[in-house]
């Protein structure tokens, strides 16, 4: 599956963005589908993921409550609503597609397909 993830830009703190992330080559429903996020000089985080089966969600406790994931099967996309922005919050934020174990769905290394980076700088 190819990922081409858009929606970045530069926002006030307290401002939103939403980003998405177009799949082609085989359907989302196939996959768990996650946002990761890196900062400059920092390691690569996980931020949301939106599992295969059952429609579950998960969130890393520093946006929970701010973003929200969500899927459309019948576009094809993924996306991360993310509310009161922090400058925290910036970073190259990437959309990634993986089968792995529920139980490691926070793992980078569970994705096997990424999308490029979409840049989000919030301003404080």
């Known amino acids: 599956v190819q990922l081409q993830a858009s929606g970045g830009g530069t926002v006030q703190a307290g401002g939103s963005l939403r980003l998405s992330c177009a799949a082609s080559?085989?359907?989302?429903?196939?996959?768990?589908m996650a946002w990761f996020r890196q900062a400059p000089g920092k390691e690569r985080e996980f931020v949301s993921v939106y599992r295969r089966t059952g429609g579950y969600t998960f969130y890393a406790d520093s946006v929970k409550g701010r973003f929200t994931i969500s899927r459309d099967n019948a576009l094809n996309t993924v996306y991360l609503q993310m509310n009161s922005l922090k400058p925290e919050d910036t970073a190259l934020y990437y959309c990634?597609?993986?089968?792995?174990?529920?139980?490691?769905?926070?793992?980078?290394?569970?994705?096997?397909?990424w999308g490029q980076g979409t840049k989000v700088t919030v301003s404080s």
């Open positions: 080559g085989r359907t989302i429903s196939s996959y768990n």
């Open positions: 990634a597609a993986g089968q792995g174990p529920a139980g490691l769905l926070r793992q980078s290394s569970m994705y096997n397909n």
